[in-house]
C-alpha cells in the first residue's frame, strides 16, 4: 500500500533522528490501516496494526488494544482487537491484523489503537503511543455496491470502444484499400507478352 510505503520511509528517517538524539531509548510509532476504503455491511473487512520501533533500544511488554471502536458498529469475524508482543528490536517492526464486519449501512468511525510498552524489561517505567484515525468508512449495501461497480464496468467499457475507434477504422479502411489495389492489379495482362489468352496464334503454311 502506498500510504504504508510512505510511513515506512517517514520511520526510518525518525529513526535516524532518534539514534542521534536519545540513544539506545526505544520509540514506538503505530500505522493503522484497512484492506478497502469502501465497506459491504456484514462482509469482511480487515484491520491491520503496524508497530514500527523508531528508536535506539529494545521496546519490551508491547501491548496493542484497538478496542476503541464505536458500540455496536462492528461484529468480531476473525482475531482479537488485542495483541502483545514480547520484545521489539530498534529497526523492527510488528504486523497485527483482525477481521470485523460493518453492522449497519451509512458510515464508520473509527478510533486510534493505543499501544503500551517499557523501555526496559525489568521497570515499570510504562510508556503510551497512539496510532493514526481513519476517516469515516462509507459502508454500503451489496446492491448498492454491486451498482456502483456495474455502472464503474459499463463506463469503462464505453470507453475502451470509443478508444478503439481512432485506430479500428484506419486499420480496416488500409485492409479494404489493399484488398481493392490487389484486385485492380490482378486484371492488367502480363508483361511477357506471350502466352494464353493473348489472341490467336498464325498457323504454319501447309506445303502442297
Known amino acids: 500500500m502506498k500510504v504504508q510505503s510512505m510511513f515506512t520511509l517517514f520511520a526510518a528517517f525518525l529513526a535516524l533522528c532518534e539514534g542521534g538524539t536519545t540513544g539506545r531509548v526505544p520509540h514506538l510509532l503505530v500505522l493503522k490501516s484497512v484492506d478497502q476504503y469502501e465497506v459491504v455491511a456484514n462482509k469482511n473487512l480487515t ?43 530498534p529497526g523492527t517492526n510488528e504486523t497485527h491484523t483482525y477481521v470485523v464486519a460493518a453492522k449497519m449501512p451509512g458510515e464508520l468511525p473509527s478510533a486510534a489503537a493505543k499501544v503500551t510498552y517499557q523501555s526496559d524489561a525489568s521497570s515499570e517505567d510504562g510508556k503510551m503511543v497512539y496510532s493514526n484515525i481513519l476517516p469515516r468508512l462509507p459502508v454500503l449495501t451489496l446492491s448498492d455496491y454491486n451498482k456502483k461497480n456495474t455502472r464503474h464496468i459499463k463506463e469503462w467499457l464505453t470507453f475502451f470502444v470509443l478508444a478503439l475507434i481512432p485506430v479500428g477504422l484506419p486499420a480496416c479502411m488500409y485492409i479494404l484499400a489493399s484488398q481493392k489495389l490487389a484486385i485492380l492489379s490482378g486484371d492488367e495482362p502480363s508483361p511477357s507478352g506471350g502466352g494464353s489468352g493473348g489472341g490467336r496464334g498464325t498457323s504454319p503454311t501447309r506445303k502442297k
Open 47 to 89: 484491520i491491520s496494526l503496524n508497530v514500527f520501533n523508531v528508536g535506539g533500544g529494545t521496546a519490551y511488554n508491547v501491548n496493542v488494544d484497538d478496542t476503541a471502536w464505536a458500540a455496536d458498529s462492528v461484529t468480531d469475524i476473525e482475531g482479537l482487537k488485542t495483541a502483545t508482543f514480547e520484545s521489539l528490536e
